[in-house]
């Protein structure tokens, strides 16, 4: 069984920061891609930033500049660093870990982690 935690949410002020980390656990053998996703009240959940194996990133025009996703495959854990961030950037992020392969399972799976809440106030 493959769990995916995220943490570091919180609330902050516009303009500050705060650093989101998702850590994948359980019998991983490889992971091809882990993204972070957002769903603010009301709205689709959106795909915000994405980081593949081989460190290749891709943002959401929205947050390009502003957030920066890193891997660490060792510890098969993506952190976000999203600073100036803005009240529209309120929302639940959530972070999920795709084409995962475990050393019990045959099939490629993609799992997701709970969320945690981010708020800006203005």
């Known amino acids: 069984q493959v769990q995916v935690a995220e943490s570091g949410g919180g609330l902050v002020q516009a303009g500050g920061s705060l650093r989101l980390s998702c850590a994948a656990s359980?019998?991983?053998?490889?992971?091809?891609?882990i993204s972070w996703y957002r769903q603010a009240p009301g709205k689709q959940r959106e795909l915000v930033a994405y980081i593949n194996r081989d460190g290749r990133t891709n943002y959401a025009d929205s947050v390009k500049g502003r957030f920066t996703i890193s891997r660490d495959n060792a510890k098969n854990t993506v952190y976000l660093q999203m600073n100036s961030l803005k009240p529209e950037d309120t929302a639940v992020y959530y972070c999920?870990?795709?084409?995962?392969?475990?050393?019990?399972?045959?099939?490629?799976?993609?799992?997701w982690g709970q969320g945690t809440q981010v708020t800006v106030s203005s």
């Open positions: 999920s870990a795709q084409g995962v392969v475990t050393k019990t399972d045959v099939s490629v799976r993609d799992y």
């Open positions: 359980g019998s991983i053998v490889s992971i091809i891609i």
